[in-house]
């Protein structure tokens, strides 16, 4: 059967729309189908149900009225009797369509130009859905482009097969760009939103800083050298973390290169960011001290448990180890994940005098000793009555001019001092009003019964309804600076695992779980809100 030149003419536009949009040709095709559909209806009714085929070899278009088949007919327009439907079709059954061809049909010129409109927005939605689909797997890549217009800060990007944008807040400061000029960015996100999909790029993102490096050390890409951590203050100051995976490498100066030319090229890019490249060790006290460069560290204690580290630096290095504003400490700080405390030796020196004179004190006031006996106690690393009281004796003895006498003598002071202590706490925990059954839970002593009842916290059910944070505190993260929150139980020294099996004990004498359930989902935490009573 010979193709009319109309017919050729619908397949030539369908090949040079898909080809102009990178959509599939079918796409194409079915618009233009549901736009014949939709001129149909204007001319037929737009109650009519009918369907318009178009060949994909010939261009044919075929046009046809579908009835449903049902025993008793109510809308002649859409429906048939099953009687007649088993005239053109025997095997016909309630609830089939029956076809019935229509004459071909001329459009009238608001039928096309509504088909128009059809085609249009059909060949739009599958561009975003190509265009999505594309971007979708292309997070965590470099991309390039060129600009197509500034809006209010805002730079929207021609990528070629899509448009993306740099918000103000994803530029490098005092980064300027004009219509027309060349840009690299980092692809980190990629979302359906109403207007179709929305790509957006970075340049201050930290991987943006990773995937340069990748790019321009080749020991990087093939897996030779890690990056394992990176920090930035974006268009000043970065940091990042290496590690060499073959021992004969050297990481740093492989990322530096010959004569700094690798790492010029990555700062070259990033508009002059100076950037510090820190082997990086499992010892995290050894990275911090890494980190922290240029200054020097004299010391450093860790307490794990809280992620806090205590830094100490000649007095004259303490300018530079927290850096302008702050900077070197924050950014070191982003780099390990610990928290930094930077104190100069005389500083540590006169905390440590300080803590010294409190444990003197306190020994002096509830063992009732003298200021000598206090002082032998606290310089001998005791820091608490608690622990004189339930250590071996030998230990205490063994203290020059101490004696078993003397030992057990200072020992039975401390119990005597923490049991009137507990007696105090008691009272209050009754004055309170906390109940009796919270003193069940394993861990929990008489002042923190007292914190809980100041609280308002008073019933094993109070205390179920805790999260961990409520008891060890909390620290919060924002704009490079931590602010720690206290907990109720912050000054008893509890940590988040032992806190967290007092709340499961609670939850349990309450009712709220049951044995099993503990069973199943102990490697689980207690972070979430507590179930509601019923």
């Given at each position: 059967m010979a193709v009319s030149a109309n017919r050729l003419e619908l397949l030539q536009i369908a090949d040079a729309v898909a080809r102009e949009k990178v959509i599939d040709r079918d796409i194409v095709l079915a618009a233009m189908a549901d736009a014949i559909q939709k001129a149909a209806r204007s001319r037929y009714g737009s109650e009519t149900n009918i369907r318009a085929d178009i060949n994909s070899k010939t261009g044919e278009i075929r046009l046809q009225r579908l009835l449903e088949v049902v025993e008793t007919v109510e809308d002649y327009s859409t429906q048939i009797a099953l009687e007649l439907a088993r005239d053109r079709n025997p095997e016909a059954k309630i609830g089939d369509f029956i076809a019935d061809p229509l004459p071909p049909m001329d459009f009238g010129r608001i039928a096309a130009q509504s088909a128009k409109q059809v085609i249009v927005q059909k060949v739009r939605e599958a561009e975003r859905d190509r265009q999505f689909e594309e971007f979708r797997d292309r997070v965590g890549e470099i991309v390039n482009g060129t600009v197509k217009r500034v809006e209010y800060g805002n730079v929207i990007v021609d990528l070629g097969r899509g448009e993306g944008i740099i918000r103000r807040d994803e530029m490098i400061p005092r980064e300027n760009f004009?219509?027309?000029?060349?840009?690299?960015?980092?692809?980190?996100?990629?979302?359906?939103?109403?207007?179709?999909?929305?790509?957006?790029?970075?340049?201050?993102?930290?991987?943006?800083?990773?995937?340069?490096?990748?790019?321009?050390?080749?020991?990087?890409?093939?897996?030779?050298?890690?990056?394992?951590?990176?920090?930035?203050?974006?268009?000043?100051?970065?940091?990042?973390?290496?590690?060499?995976?073959?021992?004969?490498?050297?990481?740093?100066?492989?990322?530096?290169?010959?004569?700094?030319?690798?790492?010029?090229?990555?700062?070259?890019?990033?508009?002059?960011?100076?950037?510090?490249?820190?082997?990086?060790?499992?010892?995290?006290?050894?990275?911090?001290v890494n980190a922290l460069q240029p200054a020097e560290v004299s010391k450093v204690v860790l307490d794990e448990d809280a992620e806090r580290i205590e830094v100490v630096v000649p007095d004259e290095q303490l300018s530079l180890a927290i850096g302008r504003r702050g900077q070197n400490v924050r950014l070191a700080s982003q780099l390990t994940g610990w928290d930094i405390d930077i104190m100069t030796e005389q500083e540590e020196s006169e905390r440590r005098q300080k803590e010294f004179n409190e444990r003197t004190a306190l020994f002096m006031t509830a063992l009732d000793v003298d200021e000598m006996v206090g002082q032998v106690l606290a310089s001998e690393g005791f820091a608490a009555v608690e622990e004189l009281a339930y250590v071996d004796s030998d230990e205490i003895s063994s203290i020059d001019g101490f004696d078993e006498e003397t030992a057990s003598e200072i020992q039975t002071r401390a119990r005597e001092y923490l049991d009137r202590i507990e007696a105090e706490m008691d009272a209050r925990r009754k004055e309170l009003g906390v109940a009796d059954e919270l003193k069940q839970i394993d861990g929990m002593t008489s002042q923190m019964m007292v914190a809980l009842g100041e609280d308002g916290i008073k019933t094993i059910e109070d205390f179920a309804g805790c999260a961990v944070d409520d008891l060890t505190g909390w620290t919060e993260r924002k704009d490079g600076e931590t602010k720690k929150f206290e907990g109720l139980f912050s000054k008893f020294d509890v940590s988040r695992v032992e806190a967290e099996n007092m709340i499961l004990q609670a939850r349990l004498a309450a009712g709220w779980i049951t044995e099993e359930e503990l069973a199943q989902d102990g490697a689980e935490t207690v972070e979430g809100d507590a179930p509601a009573e019923e």
């Open positions: 004009r219509y027309g000029d060349r840009v690299r960015a980092y692809v980190y996100d990629v979302r359906r939103e109403q207007r179709g999909p929305q790509i957006f790029l970075s340049r201050t993102h930290p991987q943006f800083m990773v995937k340069l490096f990748t790019m321009e050390v080749p020991e990087i890409y093939d897996g030779i050298i890690q990056i394992k951590s990176v920090a930035r203050d974006p268009g000043s100051r970065a940091k990042i973390a290496v590690i060499s995976n073959d021992s004969s490498i050297d990481p740093v100066g492989a990322c530096v290169g010959m004569r700094g030319s690798r790492v010029q090229a990555v700062v070259g890019e990033l508009q002059g960011e100076k950037i510090d490249i820190i082997p990086w060790s499992q010892d995290p006290a050894s990275f911090i």
